[in-house]
């Protein structure tokens, strides 16, 4: 048993082929999917797709990046926040808040970087509004985005989506409560960090993730990442930490199980 905590079956690259991949995927033993939004427009499809397959749940929210387009509460307009909550009561197949967070790679000037903030809070304060985990995108802002969780305290924590910090500040993110989840990078023959995070964290820990169709795991490196590839990361940390694969897959289904707060059945 399998659970991808992060992928987008809502991107057009895989949506397009949805029944393929999505079937591939099963047939591997890959049966528990949180698919994640990163627009309003995603999340809408993450929940058309968990409202059509029991093995899909949806995360929606607004990642940072798309700073422009989200309307901040004291804007006065429909905002953003409010869309979110609407859409969150339309299912039950929503479990988490996500993805969201801080992206400093693309931009950096002052004022992205606050409006970033806000919205990483407002998305925060509806996640403990509706008593859901959320799903942190955190890019180039690892001490901020800690920041900002410390400060603002999510009553049922999350997953620190693709987690690319130092094993250090994982093990500051791992007492706040929150899980490391590991992808595609974790296979690469330079990520030192990502390596030794897995090594010096709990195994309480430890999730796993795809984020097809970004970051396929060696030997798919540089191609489009496909929800079945998750078995190579998954392989390569069991290998990482003597266990086999099987155990690997249990520890982590069921840590992903206990975060998103849903029971297998
Ligand atoms: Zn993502």
Redesign the pocket.
């Known amino acids: 048993m399998i659970f991808d905590t ?1 992928i ?1 079956f809502n991107d057009e690259r895989i949506y397009q082929d949805f029944d393929k991949y999505f079937s591939e995927a099963i047939k591997l033993g890959v049966n528990r999917f949180l698919c ?1 939004g ?1 627009d309003l427009e995603s999340s809408k499809l993450a929940i058309n797709l968990a409202e059509k397959h029991k093995e899909i749940y949806a995360a929606i929210g607004v ?1 940072p990046t798309e700073h422009k387009q989200y309307v901040l509460k004291e804007e006065g307009k429909t905002s953003t926040i409010d869309e979110i909550r609407s859409l969150a009561k339309t299912s039950k197949k929503v479990i988490s808040i996500g ?1 969201i967070g801080l992206d400093y790679y693309w931009e950096n000037a002052p004022e992205i970087k606050e409006k970033q903030k806000i919205m990483f809070k407002e998305q925060i304060e509806l996640a403990n509004e509706l008593n859901l985990p959320i799903s942190i ?1 955190c890019r180039n802002a690892i001490q901020d985005c800690y920041n900002v969780l410390k400060e603002n305290k999510v009553k049922k924590t999350g997953i620190m ?2 987690y690319s910090g130092s094993k250090e500040m994982a093990k500051e993110f791992e007492k706040l409560g929150y899980k490391i989840a590991f992808g595609g990078v974790l296979t690469f023959k330079n990520s030192k960090d990502s390596k030794e995070t897995l090594l010096n964290i709990k195994k309480e820990s430890i999730v796993f993730e795809t ?1 097809a169709p ?1 970051l396929a795991p060696t030997p798919y490196r540089g191609k489009m990442n496909e929800p079945k590839y998750i078995c190579e990361t998954i392989k390569y940390a069991a290998e990482m930490l003597n266990l086999t694969y099987e155990e690997m897959q249990n520890i982590s289904f069921k840590n992903s199980l206990e975060i998103l707060n849903i029971k297998y059945e």
């Open positions: 992060h987008h994640i990163y990642i993805e995108h989506h693709c984020d970004y």
